[in-house]
């Protein structure tokens, strides 16, 4: 064949999209679920197992452990995200061989798909966590490339001076490659050798804050995310307890990975009057006799010894404008006037904490 031949020929794009981005799409789970379920076998496509890379239309059945997907059935442009402010004690897995609490026991249960987590926090992290039902946006949320910022108040116990602090924004080696933080800004409270200090990193990598700061021979005795991008985990959020986002809110999150605005589902009053129940019930604060956390986390991770209820520790308190007393940040930093919905939060700068 000719050089002219070739460039003659017309080359047929491939039809259809991934199987993963059509699963993630419509909630089945995430990218990195669904291509983990390919590899087991776990997925068929037209009765033939689905293999990784395989592209489907609307005309192919697809399985899932031998249920078949019902697409046209599916919301597949149905976006929810909801924020849930963790407590410790709770691991971020749906179902746990030992029995111990989980992020998804207090979420409410979505009609269509299911919950995908936005990223991890261990056992003994407290703070921000986001849920959708978009597989899309958490696959691009949590994918490096696209850097999302995430912010942690720390407690750390030891001495920390200026030469740590730039190592640390330098850059470490670590186990599993270099990490660092890209800024850290020292926080008031603590006290004798505790000392609260705000940081940043643009990775989501398994207890890296922690070891980061360990890699200098500092203890981490508190650790919070109060940031993901854009969504910032206020006061009005007690710990324990989820709010849905906004359509606003979710656009302006959507928009940070380049996904354009998907509108909300419509809901049926009834429908609509239980998420606003549920929706109340979430954000009140905990009662007397309501417990977060029921078991006692080990230092290693483990799941540690059912213990009694006793007082929470000092997480350097601070009065609202209305007097009374939240333990939302260690640091007296300013905070985020509330928005009503739709309207687009306040600027942030990549990577810095905000002060």
């Excluded at 031998?66 to 849930?84: D, F, N, P, Q, S």
């Excluded at 360990?214 to 324990?240: A, C, I, Y």
């Excluded at 928009?255 to 019930?281: H, I, N, T, W």
């Excluded at 290693?300 to 333990?327: I, L, Q, Y």
Aim: charged share 35%; proline share 7%.
């Amino acid at each position: 064949m000719s050089e002219q031949d070739l460039q003659n020929t017309e080359i047929t794009p491939p039809s259809g999209e991934k199987l993963q981005k059509v699963l993630a799409r419509i909630g089945v789970g995430s990218r990195r679920d669904v291509e983990a379920w390919i590899s087991q076998g776990r997925i068929k496509v037209n009765g033939v197992e689905a293999t990784l890379g395989q592209r489907v239309d609307l005309h192919d059945a697809i399985a899932v452990d031998g249920k078949l997907i019902k697409r046209e059935e599916a919301a597949e442009a149905t976006r929810r995200v909801i924020m849930y402010n963790k407590p410790d004690g709770e691991i971020c897995t749906r179902d746990d061989p030992e029995g111990r609490p989980t992020v998804f026991d207090r979420l409410p249960r979505p009609k269509e798909g299911r919950w995908i987590n936005i990223g991890r926090l261990d056992i003994n992290t407290t703070g921000l966590l986001l849920f959708t039902t978009d597989g899309e946006l958490a696959n691009r949320l949590m994918h490096p490339s696209y850097e999302m910022d995430r912010e942690y108040a720390v407690r750390v116990r030891g001495e920390v001076d200026d030469e740590m602090i730039e190592r640390l924004k330098a850059g470490v080696m670590l186990e599993d490659g270099p990490a660092k933080f890209t800024d850290i800004q020292k926080a008031p409270g603590g006290e004798g050798f505790n000392h609260w200090y705000h940081c940043v990193v643009m990775e989501g990598r398994n207890r890296e804050v922690r070891r980061l700061w360990e890699s200098q021979g500092m203890v981490v005795s508190r650790l919070k995310r109060v940031r993901f991008g854009p969504v910032f985990l206020n006061s009005d959020l007690p710990m324990g307890r989820w709010r849905e986002m906004s359509q606003g809110e979710i656009d302006i999150l959507a928009a940070e990975v380049g996904l354009q605005p998907v509108a909300l589902p419509a809901m049926k009053l009834k429908a609509k009057d239980k998420m606003e129940r549920l929706q109340r019930k979430s954000s009140r604060p905990l009662g007397r006799g309501e417990r977060v956390r029921n078991l006692r986390p080990a230092q290693d991770g483990g799941a540690g010894d059912e213990r009694p209820a006793r007082k929470p520790r000092e997480e350097a308190p601070r009065k609202t404008s209305r007097g009374s007393t939240v333990a939302e940040r260690p640091s007296e930093m300013r905070k985020r006037p509330n928005k009503p919905d739709g309207e687009k939060p306040a600027g942030r700068g990549r990577g810095k904490p905000r002060g």
